[in-house]
């Protein structure tokens, strides 16, 4: 097992653990202190654990070395993880959101009790940390799947924020006696039914252009252009194309040789191309080199 898998399969089992817990926590708290925003934010953690093993196992998967049904590899398990990371939040999302109307629309006061306060306080302190613990993590080995479920921790640390000011608001109307008050608990729910459902379109839309495999743009693919024009022998560079797949680059080039050299020196010089492509750009997995005669 690479390093690079290793570590995230660390941190994604780490998450699984931190958010079972933090579930737990908060839907117990939220029942008992009878906190709308508490439970939806308990949902928002419950989904994270079944996200983060979505990630686990397209990590896992992707990590599998090319076969011959797949002669790319399998780096789009990582993409095809990290999208069902984004419809559960929109179902999710859309859930939580139906419920907090729900409470909004009939009126519905609560007694919301001063300890999920605590929870939810910490809850946003170690979420927080998990972001910034797989956000970093998934930049530095390149994983989208890694960096999709560091934003899912983000949104529940905001969605934690949110919950805070609403329940803060709503113990203060029970104390105050204000009954207006009461109602942004509920509220509290809905804004974080939005924003998760928000996050959910963000990150499957990502999702979704690298698994349809659009190609890099062309200030992305000048550096993989410098590299080709370093090689001895190549007269012209006709096309580029560099997709992502998965957490690596595929790249298909065609240049242009002196037209008579032999076909083992033309074959030698796109040998040479696609070492120093690999070699000089550790996201590259594979290239895919044609040689034209140069006119």
Same mark, same amino acid.
């Given at each position: *097992?690479?390093?690079?898998?290793?570590?995230?399969?660390?941190?994604?089992?780490?998450?699984?653990?931190?958010?079972?817990?933090?579930?737990?926590? #908060?839907?117990?708290?939220?029942?008992?202190?009878?906190?709308?925003?508490?439970?939806?934010?308990?949902?928002?953690?419950?989904?994270?654990?079944?996200?983060?093993?979505?990630?686990? %196992?397209?990590?896992?998967?992707?990590?599998?070395?090319? +076969?011959?049904?797949?002669?790319?590899?399998?780096? #789009?398990?990582?993409?095809?993880?990290?999208?069902?990371?984004?419809?559960?939040?929109? %179902?999710?999302?859309?859930?939580?959101? *139906?419920?907090?109307?729900?409470?909004?629309?009939?009126?519905?006061?609560?007694?919301?009790?001063?300890?999920?306060?605590?929870?939810?306080?910490?809850?946003?302190?170690? #979420?927080?940390?998990?972001?910034?613990?797989?956000?970093?993590?998934?930049?530095?080995?390149?994983?989208?799947?890694?960096?999709?479920?560091?934003?899912?921790?983000?949104?529940?640390?905001?969605?934690s924020v949110i919950a805070?000011?609403?329940?803060?608001?709503?113990?203060?109307?029970?104390?105050? +006696?204000?009954?207006?008050?009461?109602?942004?608990?509920p509220i509290a729910g809905?804004?974080?039914?939005?924003?998760? *459902?928000? *996050?959910?379109?963000?990150?499957?839309? +990502?999702?979704?252009? %690298?698994?349809?495999?659009?190609?890099?743009?062309?200030g992305r693919t000048k550096?993989?252009?410098?590299?080709?024009?370093?090689?001895?022998?190549?007269?012209?560079?006709?096309?580029?194309?560099?997709?992502?797949?998965?957490?690596?680059?595929?790249?298909?080039?065609?240049?242009?040789?002196?037209?008579?050299?032999?076909?083992?020196?033309?074959?030698?010089?796109?040998?040479?191309?696609?070492?120093?492509?690999?070699? +000089?750009?550790?996201?590259?997995?594979?290239?895919?080199?044609?040689?034209?005669?140069?006119?």
């Open positions: *097992m690479s390093n690079r898998f290793k570590q995230a399969q660390i941190a994604s089992i780490i998450g699984i653990v931190a958010n079972l817990l933090l579930a737990i926590l #908060k839907g117990v708290t939220g029942v008992v202190a009878n906190s709308k925003a508490l439970i939806a934010d308990a949902f928002h953690s419950a989904s994270d654990v079944v996200s983060s093993v979505a990630v686990l %196992v397209g990590i896992r998967a992707a990590q599998k070395p090319p +076969d011959s049904e797949h002669p790319y590899g399998h780096g #789009k398990a990582e993409n095809i993880a990290t999208l069902i990371v984004a419809i559960l939040l929109v %179902v999710v999302g859309f859930e939580i959101l *139906m419920d907090s109307a729900t409470a909004v629309w009939s009126r519905e006061s609560s007694n919301t009790s001063i300890i999920a306060l605590y929870v939810i306080i910490f809850s946003i302190i170690l #979420k927080e940390i998990l972001f910034q613990y797989k956000n970093r993590l998934g930049k530095k080995i390149n994983s989208p799947a890694l960096i999709a479920d560091s934003w899912h921790h983000r949104s529940d640390a905001i969605s805070l000011v609403g329940i803060g608001l709503s113990i203060l109307g029970n104390r105050l +006696d204000i009954a207006y008050l009461f109602l942004f608990d809905a804004l974080i039914a939005l924003l998760v *459902m928000w *996050m959910g379109v963000k990150i499957g839309k +990502d999702a979704i252009n %690298v698994s349809l495999e659009t190609v890099l743009d062309e550096k993989f252009e410098h590299t080709t024009w370093k090689v001895d022998g190549v007269k012209r560079i006709d096309t580029l194309n560099a997709r992502t797949h998965g957490s690596y680059v595929i790249i298909d080039v065609k240049i242009s040789v002196q037209p008579y050299i032999t076909v083992d020196e033309g074959h030698a010089i796109a040998a040479r191309v696609k070492e120093q492509l690999i070699n +000089d750009h550790s996201e590259v997995q594979d290239v895919y080199v044609h040689v034209n005669p140069y006119h």
